[in-house]
């Protein structure tokens, strides 16, 4: 094996290894969310969710995800005028951020 | 190269690795700059560049990291008396115009937008480090440190 395919080996092992995290990072996201709508947390979590969803954004299509990042973009972009808001989002804001997770949870299970 | 998101870190790592290259990685600002301050310091090697820390040829950068923005780690690093030449390329996952004068401003030597194709940061690694550095092929012979 040569030296080129040793990293290609490697590259994708990296990409296995990046999908099979991607759940339990969805998952964790999905409990911030969920807790931040139901009141509890402060603006550093919501800070938290943002920067969670600009994470996913930033990094799943150079793992072979696109649809993965734009999904986590349109999460990412829907909260970027609360990231620094004087007050938090109402039901209405919570509730379509839901959909969106949802939606980024769609990309990743079918990508 | 400093980037808290582990997975894009490690695959960046063995690509350049890859390429012969010794690719230290930390996930936060502080602890990328503290590992910078050793190498300015020469606690790493006697064999540092003027203007580089001793070790280090060249920085990735997030600007969006857990504890301190990028763009103001850049700023410590071009105000750094030992450390300020040291070639520093941003990753960012937001291009926009601003971002990239504000980047440019700081003295950023490159900017390589998130999600990117790791050719596109090879590139762009070539490209600041120039070919000494940065060969053609895969040669391995490099490592990660993450310690």
Redo the contacts between chains.
């Keep these: 094996m040569s030296?080129?395919d040793?990293?290609a080996a490697?590259?994708a092992a990296?990409?296995i290894?990046?999908r099979t995290?991607l759940a339990p990072r969805l998952d964790a996201l999905e409990v911030l969310a969920a807790a931040l709508a139901g009141g509890q947390g402060d603006s550093d979590d919501l800070r938290e969710l943002h920067?969670g969803l600009?994470?996913i954004?930033?990094?799943?299509?150079?793992?072979g995800l696109?649809t993965v990042?734009d999904a986590a973009r349109a999460g990412e972009a829907f909260l970027d005028p609360w990231r620094d808001a004087a007050t938090p989002p109402g039901a209405a804001e919570w509730a379509e951020l839901k959909t969106l997770l949802a939606a980024l949870r769609k990309a990743a299970e079918s990508a | 190269m400093i980037e808290d998101d582990e997975s894009l870190a490690a695959m960046v790592g063995e690509y350049l690795t890859g390429f012969g290259m010794t690719v230290s990685t930390r996930s936060t600002a502080t602890e990328g700059l503290t590992l910078l301050q050793q190498g300015a310091q020469g606690e790493l090697s006697e064999l540092g560049k003027p203007g580089k820390p001793a070790g280090f040829d060249g920085l990735i950068l997030d600007v969006m990291l857990p504890d301190i923005d990028g763009f103001e780690v850049l700023g410590r690093i071009r105000s750094h008396p030992t450390a300020n030449k040291l070639p520093v390329i941003m990753l960012t996952a937001k291009a926009t115009r601003e971002a990239v004068l504000n980047g440019l401003h700081l003295g950023a030597d490159g900017y390589v937008t998130k999600p990117f194709d790791i050719e596109a940061l090879m590139s762009a690694v070539r490209t600041v480090l120039g070919p000494a550095e940065a060969s053609d092929w895969p040669k391995g012979g490099g490592s990660i440190r993450n310690d």
């Design positions: 030296d080129a040793d990293l490697a590259l990296l990409a290894e990046y995290k920067r600009h994470t954004a930033g990094s799943a299509k150079t793992f696109p990042t």
